[in-house]
C-alpha cells in the first residue's frame, strides 16, 4: 500500500481496508472548522471562523488518488468574536449574504506527497465566484471514536488565498488581500 494522506485520514478497519469500493464518510459538523488569519493595516493579525460544515468524503482505498471530498457552509456562520465587524463582512461591501448563501468545495484532484501528506486541489466557490484552490493536507489521526464507536479521521490543511480573487477585497491593500486559511476537519463513517 502506498503512502497517502486521504487515503490514511479515511481508513477504517482491517475488514473495511479489504474492499475496493469507495467507503464513505460524513464530516461531524461539531469538530470541523475553517479559520481564516489576514492582517488589519500593519497593526494585527485578525481571526476569524466558519463552522456549520456539511458534506462528505468518498475514500478509494485501492487508488487513493480517486477519492474525494465535497463540502459546503454558510456564509452566515461566520464568527469573528465581534458581532460588528461580521455584520460589515455580511453587508455588500463584503459578501452580500443572505441567509442559505454557501461557500463549498469539491475536490477535483488528489496529489499523494507523503506517509500522512496530499494536495488536494478543488473549486472553491465564494461570493459567487469559483476558483481552483491547493489545499496542503496532512492526517491527524485515524481509527475507531473512543465515544461514537465506529471508525473515525480527522486531518488537517492549509491554503492561502487572495480576498480579491472572490470579490471581497475591500480596503486592501490595508488590510492584507492575503488571507491564511487553516482547516481541521473530523469524519466519521456514513451509516
Known amino acids: 500500500m502506498k503512502p497517502f494522506l ?9 475488514a473495511a ?7 464513505k464518510y460524513n464530516l461531524d459538523p461539531s469538530h ?3 479559520v481564516f488569519v489576514y492582517n488589519h493595516l500593519g497593526f494585527s493579525n485578525t481571526t476569524g471562523m466558519f463552522s456549520g460544515f456539511e458534506g462528505e ?6 487508488n487513493p488518488e ?14 469573528t468574536g465581534w458581532e460588528a465587524r461580521e455584520e460589515h463582512f455580511m453587508s455588500a461591501d463584503f459578501f452580500g449574504a443572505a441567509e442559505g448563501d454557501l461557500v463549498t468545495f ?8 507523503g506517509e500522512n501528506t496530499a494536495k488536494i486541489t478543488g473549486d472553491l466557490t465564494m461570493n459567487g465566484v469559483t476558483k481552483p484552490v491547493v489545499l496542503d493536507a496532512r492526517l491527524n489521526q485515524v481509527g475507531d471514536h473512543p465515544m461514537a464507536g465506529k471508525p473515525w479521521a480527522g486531518f ?3 491554503t492561502t488565498l487572495l480576498r480579491s480573487d472572490f470579490e471581497v477585497g475591500k480596503f486592501a491593500p490595508y488590510v492584507s488581500d492575503e488571507v491564511e486559511v487553516r482547516i481541521s476537519v473530523e469524519a466519521m463513517k456514513a451509516e
Not at 481496508?17 to 467507503?23: G, K, L, Q
Not at 468524503?57 to 485501492?62: G, K, N, R, S, T
Open 6 to 14: 486521504l487515503a490514511a485520514a479515511l481508513a477504517t478497519t482491517t
Open 17 to 23: 481496508a479489504a474492499t475496493a469500493a469507495p467507503v
Open 32 to 34: 470541523s472548522q475553517v
Open 57 to 62: 468524503i468518498l475514500f478509494d482505498q485501492e
Open 66 to 79: 480517486a477519492s474525494s471530498v465535497s463540502v459546503s457552509m454558510p456564509v452566515t456562520s461566520m464568527f
Open 106 to 113: 469539491t475536490s477535483t484532484g488528489i496529489e499523494v506527497t
Open 156 to 158: 488537517d490543511a492549509t
